[in-house]
Structures are given as C-alpha cells and as structure tokens.
C-alpha cells in the first residue's frame, strides 16, 4: 500500500483560482436553494459592507448625498477590492443600477443562467442595498439581475 505524501504549497495562491472556487460555491447554494437563497441576500450584503467599511476604508460621512455615498462604495469596490474592470452605482429618484464590466463573479451568473436558474442573489448588489439603509434608513428591493456577455447589471427599488 502507497503511503500519503504531504504537499505543500510554495507558490502565491492563485486568486483567480479561489474566485473560480468561490464562484463554484455559489453557483452551488443557488442549485440548492433555488429561489430561497434570497434570504440569505441582506446578511451577505451586511458582512460584505462591513468589510468594505471595517477592512477598506469605506466610510459614510461628511455627505448626504447619496450619489456621493454610493460612489465611495463603487472606488472600494472596483478601485480597491478589484471586484470588476468598472463599476458604477446610479441613482434615478427611487431607481438605483449597478453596473459592472467583468465581475469576478460573473462565471457562476453565467453557469446559472445556462442551467436554467435565475439569480434572485448578487451579494454586492445586497451591499449597495445594506449601504442605502445604513444612510437613509430605507429598505431597497432587488428587482432583477441582467447578464450580457461579459457585464451584470442590477436594477433596484429604494422603498419608503
């Protein structure tokens, strides 16, 4: 019998690698969950803007305009995370939109959509919506996640 052979790691990890891990993750709650796993979408979005703020530098003071709020969110995003090659966050009254161009994430919305499930979960759109309610005390709805070939679009309601 072949005795184990302990490996170890003498590279950097590959971060494209953990985000393809991760993505598969994912991409696995979803299969599982199915609709349900929109529960799950205000405590990521909360633990992910916690983050952002505690670890990133996020912060939400010196303005109440919230294009201005939400802004600061997309340079921690994409500027300082890495999260898309470019992101923005547009309010239109009670109509907010995230865009992104290359999401690491994008993969797993895709396998999704070609397996026939539709997303009801983006966590950084559910951190746009735990910011809006951290400023404004309002609760924002997901209406809908759109793919295209290499962007994800997230339209939102600001209630209240």
């Not at 199915?34 to 303005?63: C, T």
């Not at 895709?110 to 919506?129: E, H, R, S, T």
Request: net charge negative.
């Amino acid at each position: 019998m072949t005795e184990s052979k302990v490996v170890e790691r003498m590279n950097e990890r590959s971060e494209e690698m953990a985000t393809k891990i991760n993505n598969l993750m994912l991409y696995g709650i979803y299969k599982v969950l199915g609709a349900g796993a929109r529960g799950l979408g205000n405590s990521i979005g909360e633990e992910l803007l916690n983050i952002m703020m505690e670890e990133y530098g996020l912060h939400f003071e010196g303005s109440t305009d919230p294009q201005e709020l939400l802004n600061r969110l997309t340079m921690v995003m994409i500027e300082t995370i890495g999260f898309a090659d470019r992101g923005e966050i547009i309010i239109n009254g009670t109509n907010v939109a995230l865009k992104l161009k290359n999401p690491m994430d994008l993969h797993s919305i895709q396998l999704l959509q070609k397996n026939g499930i539709k997303p009801v979960l983006y966590p950084m759109a559910n951190a746009v919506a735990s910011a809006i309610k951290r400023f404004s005390g309002k609760n924002v709805l997901i209406k809908g996640i759109k793919l295209f070939d290499d962007s994800i679009e997230v339209d939102m309601l600001i209630l209240g």
